[in-house]
């Protein structure tokens, strides 16, 4: 089960990852020099889905379950700001971020508990 939970989150951060990449020029474009910071949210989501993913295959429980944990503290960090500013903008994107951030690390602390 725990696997399953790991191997669902990577999944969806890897999804949340592409969903950055896929729209970079019209989210943008009324944000001016913000290319760089929205393309490295994108790059975050990836390396946190491939470290998730090497943890799941390569550690052992209690590295794993660690893994999950700080990658899950790292994703509700994200979510909270994300969540504060995106409120305010009327980008969709910016206002549902919280919402796969915040899926993926309950998935991730359920795996690690698992």
């Known amino acids: 089960m725990e696997g399953v939970l790991a191997y669902t989150a990577a999944g969806l951060l890897g999804l949340?990852?592409?969903?950055?990449?896929?729209?970079?020029?019209?989210?943008?474009?009324?944000?001016?020099?913000?290319?760089?910071?929205?393309?490295?949210?994108?790059?975050?989501?990836?390396?946190?889905?491939?470290?998730?993913?090497?943890?799941?295959?390569?550690?052992?429980?209690?590295?794993?379950?660690r893994t999950y944990r700080v990658v899950a503290g790292a994703l509700l960090v994200l979510a909270v700001p994300t969540a504060l500013t995106g409120a305010r903008t009327s980008v969709v994107w910016f206002k549902i971020c919280p919402v796969p951030l915040t899926g993926s690390a309950v998935l991730l602390l359920i795996a690690g508990l698992a």
């Not at 970079?24 to 946190?48: C, I, K, N, Y």
């Not at 889905?49 to 390569?58: D, G, I, N, Q, T």
């Open 16 to 65: 949340w990852g592409v969903s950055h990449a896929i729209p970079t020029r019209a989210v943008v474009a009324g944000f001016g020099d913000l290319v760089q910071e929205w393309l490295a949210e994108a790059v975050t989501m990836w390396s946190f889905a491939a470290l998730v993913v090497v943890a799941a295959v390569c550690g052992g429980t209690s590295t794993a379950d």
